[in-house]
């Protein structure tokens, strides 16, 4: 075991409240250096239209065809991911996505941007779900939902500065290095994993027995409740999406730059002191009005967009990204508090659900935005929050086990 190794797999004796905050800034930040391509590219939507001279709909769309890759490699690994070394699987994931990244930076062809979008992706789910399920086959009970906020909160990190560092490398040195940069940030998060995480045997079982079970999957669709969860998830990153890639052209439209474009992102700072606040508050209101409460808090941060003074629109964009932050992390908690066996299944089902949303948001929300303008897509993202409100009043405070 290496020096780095202590800090994640210390010994017993070494255990305590300095260890653990080690441990957890670590695992934050091979979150933030997993996930960090993801949305970065939204912050220079405006750069990539002129670049390639096609609709702020059609560039959208490319720019979040990774959310399709997402989708995709998460039921993948989900399905076939249990004999996978997370280690291995995670770092060499994270290594692989350096070279589509770096592909971006030579691509003048829309068809071959959007396909290496889907390419990262890929790589970025399967880092994910991979560590996702080394944090709670590694960890105990009681340290596991500590690890697990850890990791979203380093997700959050990524949004926020993934897109300011987006908007200023490109800003001074061009797309071209913009790229670049974040291909080696893509190294740098698999020399991380490989220099930090144990070395384990694949724990990611899908029935009691190890060999996959799709009776597994079919009861977690037969479940209502979860059902409702995967419809909750897919509007949820449909408008938050929606959301932080056009709302990019309005905000140009107020008068800011290419480049201070990527400071307006300091409105995800508020989320990443509220997030880890999420089971708190699942637990004191339950789950059904944790979800409510936090998408009724988004709706009124989409009214604020509808404003053409800059402060009122960026408090609108910190309470859509709050709580949308809040509300996929109580949802992800239903999902595992329904699903007591197989539950990489019921996540991997989870977030394929998600990704699709928000794939399903750029898209429509693209045409939107193109036809009608910023107005009707405020009134479209909305509208898809009222409805993940009512998809969630059915759903118990204290979620129970998915029927077997």
């Not at 959208?60 to 989900?78: D, P, Q, R, W």
Request: hydrophobic share 55%.
């Amino acid at each position: 075991m290496t020096g780095l190794e202590h800090v994640l797999n210390p010994p017993r004796a070494n255990l305590g409240a300095d260890t653990d905050r080690r441990r957890f800034a670590v695992i934050a930040l091979i979150s933030f250096l997993t996930l960090v391509d993801l949305f970065a590219a939204q912050a220079i939507l405006p750069a990539l239209v002129e670049k390639f001279q096609v609709s702020r709909a059609a560039m959208g769309f490319a720019v979040n065809a990774s959310t399709f890759g997402m989708a995709v490699a998460g039921l993948g690994i989900a399905f076939f991911g249990r004999r996978i070394d997370r280690r291995s699987g995670i770092w060499i994931s994270l290594a692989l996505l350096s070279l589509p990244t770096t592909a971006l930076a030579f691509t003048h062809d829309l068809t071959v941007f959007a396909i290496l979008r889907i390419v990262q992706g890929l790589c970025m789910s399967a880092a994910f779900t991979l560590t996702i399920a080394y944090l709670s086959e590694h960890f105990s009970p009681i340290q596991a939902p500590g690890a697990l906020a850890a990791y979203v909160t380093g997700n959050v990190a990524s949004n926020f500065f993934g897109r300011i560092l987006s908007a200023v490398v490109a800003g001074f040195g061009g797309l071209e290095i913009n790229f670049f940069t974040f291909a080696s940030l893509n190294i740098a998060g698999a020399l991380l994993v490989r220099l930090t995480l144990k070395k384990t045997s694949a724990m990611m079982q899908t029935s009691d027995d190890g060999s996959f079970n799709m009776r597994g999957w079919t009861y977690h669709f037969a479940d209502g409740e979860l059902r409702r969860v995967f419809a909750i998830g897919f509007l949820i990153l449909f408008v938050f999406i929606g959301t932080f890639t056009y709302v990019n052209f309005q905000l140009v439209a107020l008068g800011l730059s290419p480049m201070t474009l990527g400071l307006v992102y300091l409105v995800f700072l508020p989320s990443m002191l509220t997030t880890p606040m999420a089971g708190k508050l699942a637990v004191r209101i339950g789950a059904k009005l944790g979800i409510i409460s936090t998408l009724g808090l988004a709706i009124a941060g989409l009214a604020a967009l509808l404003s053409v003074s800059l402060p009122l629109v960026l408090a609108g964009l910190a309470l859509v990204a709050i709580g949308t932050f809040l509300a996929q992390a109580i949802a992800t908690g239903v999902v595992g508090g329904r699903a007591v066996t197989d539950k990489a299944g019921a996540s991997g089902i989870y977030l394929a659900f998600y990704y699709t949303g928000g794939l399903a948001g750029s898209l429509v929300l693209g045409q939107t935005y193109d036809q009608m303008g910023w107005p009707a897509c405020v009134g479209v993202l909305v509208v898809a929050l009222l409805a993940a409100i009512g998809i969630a009043l059915p759903i118990s405070s204290t979620p129970g086990p998915s029927r077997r």
